[in-house]
């Protein structure tokens, strides 16, 4: 006897019994019952097997239908399930394979009844998975986290932080390049703090394209502790540092010193905006989920 789950719409008296790709036999009888552990509906299903179809590699014929037999193969993972016969007519067959990953489970109270467990097809695992999960919920869920991401990536201060960083990174480069064609140690050690600066703003475009993919990353930026905060922290902090470097040839008047202070002007504004939005991730680390918060008034 077969005890299956759940409805059996397709299969029908006659139906071919396969085991192991072979056809061994047929159904002979379809039912409902009640299971009395679990108060649930089964459908019993009475299948017949041919004797001497099953031969050991030496010729020995094994009968499927001998209990013992029937228990060394279930104690090796011997299950039946339904499968599709024909997707025209929708007509079901009962497939009998080894699954020892399944347990076994045992429907019938007769100990004279030879029982083979089922298994759950593909389709109805799926389908009692879904039944429980809340779709809708999930959909809305979903729609409102990238509303809420557009609205944070959208703020000015993250809107104009990567021109903000190509414009001071071009400034960057310019006066690299005069320096240079210069000598002496103080250009040499203002070159060693301008190529610091320069490795800075490449963290802080590396944090911010960090930052426009997050949407696929929405758990970790979400963490006030998160690695994008950091990086923001850490690339402000080097962007302020270096600027005081720079600052020293403030007195000069030559025009080496006018792009070092246009570059240090870029500087400060990008280690600023930097700044901000490093603070923002960490006072409302759910704003990458729902938006900055507005700031009310006392």
């Known amino acids: ?47 017949e097997v041919e004797p001497h179809i099953v031969r050991t590699k030496s010729g020995e014929q094994i009968d499927l239908r001998d209990r013992e037999t029937l228990r060394r193969l279930v104690e090796r ?16 067959y009962v497939d009998l394979d080894f699954h020892p990953d399944k347990p076994a489970r045992f429907v019938a109270t007769d100990p004279e009844v030879s029982e083979i467990p089922t ?91 960090r930052l426009e993919s997050a949407a696929d990353r929405i758990g970790t930026l979400a963490s006030a502790d998160s690695e994008l905060v950091r990086n923001l922290t850490r690339a402000s902090d080097e962007l302020a540092g270096a600027a005081q470097t720079v600052r020293r040839l403030a007195e000069s008047e030559s025009p080496t010193v006018q792009h070092a202070n246009q570059a240090l002007k870029e500087t ?21 989920l729902r938006g900055k918060r507005k700031t009310e008034n006392p």
């Open 119 to 209: 298994v759950r097809t593909a389709v109805q695992e799926l389908t009692s998975k879904l039944e429980g999960f809340p779709m809708d919920k999930f959909l809305a869920d979903v729609a409102a986290i990238g509303t809420a991401l557009s609205k944070t990536l959208d703020t000015p201060e993250v809107r104009n932080l990567p021109r903000r960083l190509d414009a001071t990174l071009k400034h960057l480069e310019s006066l690299a390049a005069r320096l240079d064609a210069k000598s002496g140690p103080i250009l040499e050690e203002t070159r060693s703090d301008l190529a610091e600066m320069k490795k800075a703003l490449v963290a802080a475009q590396a944090a911010m394209a």
């Open 268 to 288: 400060a504004r990008a280690a600023e905006a930097l700044r901000k939005l490093a603070e923002l991730l960490e006072q409302q680390p759910d704003a990458i």
């Open 77 to 92: 993972g011997l299950r039946a399930r339904l499968r599709l016969q024909s997707i025209l007519t929708g007509q079901l």
């Open 1 to 47: 006897m077969l005890y299956f789950e759940g409805a059996a719409h397709g299969l029908q008296v006659g139906a071919p019994v396969v085991f192991l790709g072979v056809k061994v036999g047929t159904v002979k009888k379809i039912e409902i019952g009640l299971d009395e552990s679990s108060r649930k509906f089964v459908v019993p299903v009475a299948i």
